[in-house]
């Protein structure tokens, strides 16, 4: 059975920084890119970061230079550090493979003063 579990959202203000983690069970994570989307009340879910199983990038051009997205093939997870937040990131954020297209049960950043 494969879970992917998300945890790190939470309320920050603007310019502050969160870190999403995203455990996998059930795949061989290793051989698995993985990404983040978020979905924005009234908004269609978008593409945030990927990673392949190497570990080559991707960034939507509204997150570039300030989200981070990286894995930690030991611990069978996934990272989305998230600097410089600013209040249109506010979203519930999930993480998925490239491959099965599995879906965490997503997280939710708030980021407000």
């Known amino acids: 059975q494969v879970r992917l579990v998300e945890s790190g959202g939470g309320l920050v203000q603007p310019g502050g920084s969160l870190r999403l983690s995203c455990v996998a069970s059930?795949?061989?994570?290793?051989?698995?890119?993985m990404g983040w989307h978020r979905q924005a009340p009234g908004k269609q879910r978008e593409l945030v970061a990927q990673?392949?199983?190497?570990?080559?990038?991707n960034y939507a051009d509204s997150v570039k230079g300030r989200f981070t997205i990286s894995r930690d093939n030991a611990k069978d997870t996934v990272y989305l550090q998230m600097n410089s937040l600013k209040p249109e990131d506010t979203a519930v954020y999930y993480c998925?493979?490239?491959?099965?297209?599995?879906w965490g049960q997503g997280t939710q950043v708030t980021v407000s003063s």
């Open positions: 998925h493979d490239l491959i099965k297209n599995f």
């Open positions: 059930g795949i061989m994570f290793r051989s698995y890119g």
């Open positions: 990673i392949t199983s190497s570990g080559l990038t």
